[in-house]
Structures are given as C-alpha cells and as structure tokens.
T-cell receptor
C-alpha cells in the first residue's frame, strides 16, 4: 500500500513557541491530505482538509490562524501549531487520499507535548 | 450529523477465539467503509476497504461485511492472536462536495490474551 511519512514522531516544546509537523506521501501524489487530532482515550477528530495549491478547509471550532496548513506540493503538507500552549498537547495524525482507490493512508502520528 | 457507534467499546478474549466487532453508522448513502487498527500511540493501519457496491471483503483472518440498508458493518477476526490487540476503527465517510472526510467513533479496544 501507499506510504505516508509524518515527521517528527514526537516533539516537546515550550509554551509560546511554534511547532511544524510534516506529512509526506512517499510513493504517490496527494492533492488532498487531512489533519486529525486525538486526545487521550478520545476519537480522532478532523481538524482540516489540506488542498494542494489552495487554502485549507478548517472544521468548525478549529482556529485557522493557530493551526497553519501549507500544501505547496503534491507530496507535502505541513501543519504549524503557532504559539503552542499546554492545551495543544495532543496526538496529531495526517492522512493522504489516493483518489483512484478512494482510500486514505495515515501517517504514524506526532505526539506534541507543550510544557 | 454523521455519527459512528462501535460495539463493544472493549473486548478481552483468550488467544484462538473467533470474534466479531460491530460498527453502525448514520449515513445510509455511505460511499465506502474502511476498517483500521490503531496500536497505542501509533497511527492508523488500513485493514479492509468495502466499496458501497460490495457486501464483504476478506484479507487473511479478517472478513468485513457491509449492510447499507441497516447501516451496519462487522469485522470478523478468526483465530485471534495477541498481535491482534489494538483499537479497531470503522470511520464513516461520505462524498461531500468532492472531499472525503472521515468521521471516527471511539473504536473497539481489543485485547487478546496469550
């Protein structure tokens, strides 16, 4: 199956700093990628849909100025958590859509801890 | 509003048992259904994909069925092994304006004891 690489897998940062998470499709092009967030023992919640060459579409309640998404190429989407706070500590997972197969492939996730 | 319910929420079985995980969804116009497993602290691994025109899919010891009329899908695991221990997810999806969003429930946490 298709491979999605997510980096870093784990990051610790100080409150107020910004953190960038990368999501790459390694062997296919993805015009659409998705970013999810998962708090402990909770469901994955879709944050936004990342569209190559255009602005991301954010879900209700997700601050677009805090969670900056850039999808400048067909194989890379980035999520930047700006001015991170402890409540942003969570597990962030990306996925990439293979349109031809109608399947989403997921990255391994990034655990963010904000001190 | 799309919603996914998975029953049971947790399941603990001895190794070798056959088991069934249940998933119900609200959107009868479901496009397709993809079953995943998530290991603790990890991302999601795709297990099976059932297109809306199909009734079931099989992969090794796994068999998934889809009943659109009742809004249900089941995942059957034969001869369970400790390595099957994970949380199993069956997010609902629909074709909304060309984008493919997934709505997740809390999943079924499976523990297979040696």
């Amino acid at each position: 199956g298709a491979v999605v690489s997510q980096h870093p897998s784990w990051v610790i940062c100080k409150s107020g700093t910004s953190v960038k998470i990368e999501c790459r499709s390694l062997d296919f092009q993805a015009t659409t990628m998705f970013w999810y967030r998962q708090f402990p023992k909770q469901s994955l919640m879709l944050m936004a849909t990342s569209n190559e060459g255009s602005k991301a579409t954010y879900e209700q309640g997700v601050e677009k100025d805090k969670f900056l998404i850039n999808h400048a190429s067909l194989t890379l989407s980035t999520l930047t958590v700006t001015s991170a706070h402890p409540e942003d500590s969570s597990f962030y997972i990306c996925s990439a859509l293979v349109v031809a197969k109608n399947i989403q492939y997921f990255g391994a996730g990034t655990r963010l801890s904000v001190l | 509003k799309q919603e996914v319910t998975q029953i049971p929420a947790a399941l603990s079985v001895p190794e070798g048992e056959n088991l069934v995980l249940n998933c119900s969804f609200t959107d009868s116009a479901i496009y397709n259904l993809q079953w995943f497993r998530q290991d603790p602290g990890k991302g999601l691994t795709s297990l099976l994909l059932i297109q809306s025109s199909q009734r079931e899919q099989t992969s090794g010891r796994l068999n998934a069925s889809l009943d659109k009329s009742s809004g249900r899908s089941t995942l059957y695991i034969a001869a369970s092994q400790p390595g099957d221990s994970a949380t199993y997810l069956c997010p609902e999806r629909g074709d909304q304006g060309g984008s493919e969003k997934l709505v997740f429930g809390k999943g079924t946490k499976l523990t297979v004891n040696p």
